[in-house]
């Protein structure tokens, strides 16, 4: 069975830098994968994604430039690299993966597996 473990969550000061890892358990093949993210008291939201690949990412607005989603499919590992942070970036970080299609896009639907999340918190 497919499953998906994250690490790298802590506190880090605005300005800083922090790498996710979501470690992929069960399978060795390529998937789309993505990251979402809940901030305190509000929806879930898209962060970025990247098709089964690698070809092609996308980001939200809000992290666009800051923020690049990559995988490493020898080991099995998709990570967010999450440079000059804000405050409004603290938030408890998924990873999901689309076992059908070559790109989920933005939205939860497409996601089959998710991962229990990690925490990030960034401080002023």
């Known amino acids: 069975q497919v499953h998906l473990v994250e690490s790298g969550g802590g506190s880090v000061q605005a300005g800083g830098s922090r790498r996710l890892s979501c470690v992929v358990g069960g399978t060795t093949g390529r998937y789309a994968m993505a990251w979402f993210r809940r901030p305190p008291g509000k929806e879930r939201e898209f962060v970025a994604c990247v098709s089964f690949d690698s070809e092609e990412t996308r980001y939200s607005s809000s992290v666009r430039g800051r923020f690049t989603i990559y995988k490493d499919d020898f080991r099995t590992t998709l990570y967010l690299q999450m440079n000059d942070l804000k405050p409004e970036d603290t938030a408890i970080y998924y990873c999901?993966?689309?076992?059908?299609?070559?790109?989920?896009?933005?939205?939860?639907?497409?996601?089959?597996?998710w991962g229990q999340g990690t925490r990030v918190t960034v401080s002023s």
């Open positions: 999901a993966l689309d076992l059908e299609g070559s790109l989920g896009g933005n939205s939860e639907d497409a996601y089959d597996v």
